[in-house]
């Protein structure tokens, strides 16, 4: 072995307190003699061992493969049935082993470990943290289970600690639940370590009751602990109790730290607990922790979520350094709360700024389209996309899809639907969304079985915009089994979107009846969607009869609404019932509801114009009046009769006017 070669890769890449071993480095490259066997080597098993660690830590391949080389040469040395110093070989041989695992060297590793003269505990559990941290489970387990064979009183609490730290999924509980009994066989459930591995790897196995039962039970709490459920609770969206259980830490002797306020930030944004977000984002000001990038952008998401964004740019504003994690936070935000042209303007200047766009920056963005942004907008972002190749992010290709979806371009949604290398289900979500948005329910539907076909499992989004397609084409049958087969077949959960979907489908079809009989057995309370969806469906149908009774029990859902009132008058209109219709107008007046401007949009020389009615904002107002009077005129020549059934609050000389000045 070169040893000046070793001596120069340990200076430079090392610490000076390695310098003193250096010396005797030299002695590492020869074979002790026999005779010399028992007086003192060089260089110490704990040297070696130190030096091992430091490759590990450094990632020093070359260097640790030549210590490996010198341990083979003085084999007898490092040999714990023959050398003195037995406990200290074996961690030598450890350690050799940890440096392969961590230079992800792991055949190397399992070499080592088959050739090791003796094994400890710190061994096995050495090569089953290489295998769990590479993610090869199989092989990890495997490994435990040989180490199970040597008899139960081997096991340690790292041993345990490691096999839970891999517990990440529902598809580990069966591991966790084994674990749990092992742990409490072998007498280890009073270590604090374990048990916090243990409640950590049940709220990741998303058995959050066995986790908050495991904290119950321990004796000891130290933060990692309070961190832990507060957290888990949080990652199961049970928002209130891991609320609840920081003001219980609060309370307690145990200080939080970041990461607590963290998670405890986070169920905030979950819950929308806006109040509860300002205190503790006044607890963060004073320990100053807000200054910290991942803070800030917690704080921005709770903002954002909880409907504030003066508050959450009022962060973004006023933060020192700004990462591209904040920048997607606040461009979710913008598309959460419906500001597009902020979002869009933001974007704009971190363009301009010469900031580094990442995928997540564009897929973002994308989420703020709507059928009233600009297509050529999204042309450009897709072209800065293919420029910066993103295109192999499925979050941007998804983005993508919806844009162009709802910008109305479905041939280019599908185009590059086909063009994506690995589609997962919200590629697919995403498709059947935006034929079903177009009134194409066959083809969503044919989506659907393409998508079964490819083994990719539906989730409650995919039967959202099923039902939706079946209530545009008719098939009431086909919808009632989706509903069923959600929860049934696929373990989903309907929501209150799905019910709507089904009142729509069923009242389409002039099953005004059933959909009121349906809403009744409903397992939970009717909420608003419910409501909307069947006065709308009476709406199609001039009901007045189950159209009464949906307004009334949507009032009751949302008082400050005008959308029940002006539906409810327009099919009192269209029944020519003008007593019950004037009623209804007199109603919205006396509870002081206003009924809200309709709008229209178009997009010209790639600008979206907005009007409403009698409009007088448009720069070009005039010309377009003009215009309207001169098209209305020749409409009457023609003979033209405007519909007067829905003409809502207007006076007879202002009809025709009104006609020629609405949007």
Avoid at 274 to 293: A, N, P, T, Y
Wanted: hydrophobic share 40%.
């Amino acid at each position: 072995m070169n040893t000046r070669w070793v001596s120069q890769k340990v200076n430079s890449r090392f610490p000076s307190c390695i310098s003193s071993l250096l010396s005797t480095l030299k002695a590492l490259t020869s074979p002790i003699p026999t005779s010399q066997r028992t007086t003192k080597f060089a260089f110490s098993h704990v040297d070696i061992s130190f030096l091992l660690s430091a490759c590990g830590g450094e990632g020093s391949l070359h260097l640790g493969s030549s210590l490996h080389a010198s341990i083979i040469k003085n084999y007898d040395y490092y040999n714990p049935n023959i050398c003195d110093d037995s406990r200290n070989a074996i961690v030598v041989w450890n350690s050799l082993l940890s440096m392969y695992a961590k230079c992800q060297e792991f055949s190397d590793a399992v070499k080592v470990f088959d050739q090791m003269p003796v094994r400890d505990t710190v061994s096995w559990n050495s090569i089953m943290s290489g295998f769990l941290t590479n993610g090869e489970f199989h092989k990890g387990f495997r490994v435990f289970k040989r180490f199970m064979e040597l008899g139960i009183d081997q096991l340690d609490q790292a041993t345990f600690t490691t096999i839970l730290s891999a517990c990440d999924g529902p598809g580990f509980l069966g591991v966790s639940r084994v674990i749990h009994a092992l742990v409490i066989l072998s007498g280890y459930e009073g270590e604090l370590t374990v048990g916090n591995a243990l409640l950590t790897s049940y709220f990741k196995c998303r058995f959050h009751e066995w986790g908050k039962q495991v904290f119950v039970e321990m004796n000891e709490k130290n933060v990692v602990t309070w961190t832990a459920v507060i957290s888990g609770l949080e990652q199961n969206e049970s928002y209130k109790q891991s609320l609840e259980f920081f003001a219980r830490m609060l309370k307690g002797s145990v200080v939080p730290n970041a990461l607590t306020y963290l998670s405890s930030i986070s169920a905030c944004a979950g819950f929308q607990a806006l109040i509860e977000g300002q205190q503790i984002h006044g607890h963060v000001w004073k320990l100053g922790f807000h200054s910290d990038l991942c803070m800030e952008s917690a704080l921005m998401d709770m903002y954002s979520k909880c409907g504030s964004m003066e508050d959450a740019l009022e962060i973004f504003h006023s933060a020192d350094k700004l990462d591209g994690v904040c920048m997607t936070v606040i461009l979710v935000g913008f598309a959460q709360n419906g500001f597009e042209e902020e979002a869009i303007h933001i974007f704009d200047k971190i363009v301009k700024a010469g900031i580094d766009i990442d995928p997540d920056m564009v897929s973002a963005l994308l989420g703020v389209f709507g059928v009233d942004t600009s297509a050529a907008f999204g042309q450009q972002i897709h072209s800065l996309i293919i420029k910066k190749n993103f295109s192999f992010n499925p979050f941007v290709s998804n983005g993508l899809i919806n844009m162009y979806s709802k910008c109305g371009n479905l041939e280019e949604a599908t185009k590059i639907f086909y063009r994506m290398p690995n589609r997962n289900s919200v590629s697919w979500n995403s498709m059947i969304a935006a034929f079903a948005r177009h009134g194409d329910g066959f083809k969503a539907l044919h989506m659907y079985e393409e998508m079964i076909l490819g083994g990719i499992e539906p989730t409650d989004v995919t039967f959202l915009s099923l039902l939706h397609a079946c209530s545009h084409v008719g098939l009431i049958e086909k919808g009632m089994e989706f509903l069923e087969s959600m929860s049934k077949v696929y373990r989903l959960k309907p929501r209150m979107e799905h019910y709507a979907c089904i009142v729509d489908m069923l009242g389409r079809a002039g099953l005004l009846n059933e959909a009121k009989s349906f809403i009744d057995q409903l397992p939970v309370k009717p909420g608003l969607l419910v409501w909307q969806a069947l006065l709308g469906a009476c709406s199609i149908r001039s009901d007045s009869e189950v159209g009464k009774y949906a307004a009334d029990q949507l009032l009751l859902t949302s008082p400050e609404s005008p959308s029940p009132y002006i539906q409810l008058a327009n099919i009192y209109s269209s029944g020519r019932k003008w007593a019950e219709r004037a009623m209804t107008i007199k109603r919205m007046k006396e509870m002081g509801v206003a009924k809200e401007t309709g709008i229209s949009w178009i997009e010209f020389n790639k600008k979206v114009h907005s009007f409403v009615v009698w409009d007088k904002m448009h720069p070009q107002a005039d010309s377009i009046y003009s215009i309207l009077e001169k098209l209305y005129g020749h409409m009457r020549e023609e003979g033209y009769k405007p519909d007067k059934v829905h003409l809502y609050q207007a006076d007879q000389g202002e009809e025709e006017s009104q006609l020629c000045h609405c949007n």
